[in-house]
Each structure stands twice: as structure tokens, then as C-alpha cells.
């Protein structure tokens, strides 16, 4: 990595990451770095106390009342896995959409190849959003869960939670959504919209270290455990603890990314969030204004608007993605994402299946001048 690098790849992961939450993370690691809840010593109880801290800051931060619903996991991913092993049983229907990320899609799929469940894709319209009257007719007699991307990472478009949370809870089908994408970008207000589980990754806009992320549950849901060992509770007993948040969280928890994933949160809240996010969607709004003229380029899913997260998705006639994404970084300094981006049926819907595309994606440190650089270099390229 060069001084110089534009870091445009921020759905993938934050860069940099605030400087206070590298040196908060380093501090308070090094004087707290011990086990919670597996010693009655002060400094591991020090080390609890400070988790049951970062999950009543969670449980704020997506508007459920419990903080014990708050379930620590690797990352979105994982957590979506618990989710879905958790709660599905053979026989069961499964509500989804096209603009999943294969953290959905593969373990869907797995169940399906068992024979155990079976599960509606429901298409995006040309906006980037799933209509919920699509939703709702896709929903079969059977269906035991509705999972919806709240961001998608290809087009940035950003569903309607309230509208879709209020379908599921007149029928009674627990609604999950992948927060990958969106925690830290737009506000998540599970109890008010009618959300029973949110899996979210800390090391994308919550500014956190990779490692960390979590699942949070509203008060209408229950998960069966899917992995088992120890907790810190009841070691006596062969029976895994029953009781939240230790009933889905087996062994040592990542303490270091739990201070990282805290120190995240408080910055947002002193830089507040949506302050961050009007910078960032102005910035993606003189990307787009400087890229939807050029010729040659097409850009994929809705315009720059209140309701969008900061990613641009585009190809250039008569170049590979990956070739463009190849020039970019070596002639330019910038560095983008390019491929199918782990969301097959996206790329499948805008006919970009076979190569792809080329995703720009901003962040809290990203300038003006790295927008107009980039802007600069797009247009080399069309010009080609």
C-alpha cells in the first residue's frame, strides 16, 4: 500500500479506521485482556462488565429493549448462520430476495440440497427494491421466515423495513434482515419496524476490526442452539445453558474485537452518523454526476437519494471488470472491487452474470479530491 492509495472498497471493509478506535482498541486491550465471565477475579470480571456494556450499547444502537438478545458472533455472516440452522426445520418455506449476499444464499441452498427446506427468491424492481406485494404472494402456507438485505452491497439500494416488518407481522413470519451493509449507515429500528433478528459485521461502518459482529434478537424469537460448548455457566451440568445471551455463544469470546467493535460505536455517536452519512452521499453524488455522462459506462441500480448507502456499481464497454479494476490500481492508485461481489442472483438480474462488475464504495475519510481523482481516471478509461 502506497501514501497515495484511494480506498474506494469500503462495503468490503472500512479504511482507515479511526485513529481513536485503533488507539482505544490497543489501551484498553492491553489492560483488560482478560477472560469475561471465566474468572472471579477483578480484572475478568472487569472484562465482563465492560461486554455487558457493549451489548447495552448495541441493543440501543438497533432498538430492542434486552441486551441479553444481543449474541456476539465473527461476523455477519456467521451470525445469519445461526440464524438460519437456528430456527429452520425440514419442511419449512423461506421468503427471500435477489439481492442476497451468498452469506444467505449458500446456506439456503445447502438446506435445500438436504431436502430439509425450500426457499422464494423474490426479484428486485428497477429501483433496486422488492415490491412488498411480491413478497407477500411468494409467501406459502409453510413459510417459517422472511430474509430481506436491508443494503444492497451491488447497488446500494436500501429496502423499506417499516413496510416490509408490518407484512410479516400480520402473518405472524419472523422477519430477519442482513445489516451488513446498512448498520452504521441508516438507522435499524427493530422493535418500531417489526424486526425479530438483525445480523450485522463490525468492521464495515461501525468502524470496527474484522472478527466481530453479532446477532440481535427482538423479543418474539427463539433459536435453538446450534453449536455447544463452554460458557462460564453451569459447568457442572453436560447440558448446554439455556439462558440468553450464553445460550448461542459457546466458548472464549473475541474480547479484543468486542472493545473494537465498542470504540466503533462511540465514534459514530461523536461524529453522529448521520452526519457521516450526508458527507458520504454527497460525495457519491459527485461520483455519479461525473460518471453517468461518460460514454461507454453503465451504472447499475438507482441514483444518488436519501434512501441509498454510498456504493456505485458500473461496467465499461468493451473492458472486463476486472481489467478496469487492474487499471485502476496500478495506474492510479485506486482501489475498487470487482466480480459478482457474492451476490450471484443481482448480477444474474442485471445480465451481468458472466463477468460481473466494477463497485466503488465510500467512506467517512474518503475526499472530494479522491472523487474528482477517480472521476479522472474513469474518464481515461471510457475514452479508451
Known sequence: MTERLIYLDNAATSYPKPPQVLARMCETYARMGFSPGRGGYD???????????????IARFFDVPDPNRVIFTANATDALNLAIFGLLRPGDHVVTTCLEHNSVLRPLFHLKQQIMIDYTPVPFNGRGLVEPSDLTRAIRPNTRLM?????????????????????CASLGIPLLIDAAQSAGQTPIRMSEWGVSLAAFTGHKALMGPTGIGGLVLGADIDIQPTRFGGTGMNSESLVHTETYPHRLEAGTLNMLGIIGLSAGLDYLQQETAQQLHEQEAALLKRLYDGLVALPGVTIYGPPPGPDRVPILTLNVDRMSPSDVGAILDGDYDIAVRTGVHCAPLVHETLGTGNRGAVRFSLGPFNTAQDIDRAIEAMTGLSGR
Open 43 to 57: 480484572q475478568a470480571m472487569e472484562a465482563e462488565t465492560f461486554v455487558e456494556r457493549t451489548r447495552w450499547k
Open 147 to 167: 430474509i430481506v438485505c436491508h443494503a444492497s452491497n451491488v447497488l446500494g439500494s436500501v429496502q423499506d423495513l417499516p413496510e416490509i416488518g408490518r407484512l
